[in-house]
């Protein structure tokens, strides 16, 4: 059984740093992409960033340049480092991964990814 721990979040002023880190155990399949999706109340889901089995990486047009996905050797894990953080950037973060790219693409469309974190919590105020 696949399960995506999440760690990290919590609340930080504009313009503040916070680090997210997610684990996957019981992850079998050789290929996958990896990473973040959002969503703030009476919002839709947004695609946060992602990085698949190549290292090859995707942002969100509204995060790049603020916020790095990178894995750690201990692969599948992934973290996102969120930096100068905006009132908009305030949701629930939930880790997602899956053997094809179909959720990062189509997520708005309602497509889910094969497995989901429980989710963290990410405020910043202004």
């Known amino acids: 059984q696949v399960q995506l721990v999440e760690s990290g979040g919590g609340s930080v002023q504009s313009g503040g740093s916070l680090r997210l880190s997610c684990a996957a155990s019981?992850?079998?399949?050789?290929?996958?992409?990896m990473g973040w999706f959002r969503q703030a109340p009476g919002q839709e889901r947004e695609g946060v960033a992602a990085?698949?089995?190549?290292?090859?990486?995707f942002y969100a047009d509204s995060v790049k340049g603020r916020f790095t996905i990178s894995q750690d050797n201990t692969k599948p894990t992934v973290s996102l480092q969120m930096n100068e953080l905006k009132p908009e950037d305030t949701a629930m973060y939930y880790c997602?991964?899956?053997?094809?790219?179909?959720?990062?693409?189509?997520?708005?469309?309602?497509?889910?990814?094969?497995?989901r974190g429980q989710g963290t919590q990410v405020t910043v105020s202004s």
């Open positions: 997602a991964a899956d053997i094809s790219d179909s959720w990062w693409l189509f997520l708005q469309q309602g497509a889910v990814p094969r497995f």
């Open positions: 019981g992850y079998a399949y050789s290929r996958y992409l």
């Open positions: 990085i698949d089995s190549d290292g090859k990486t």
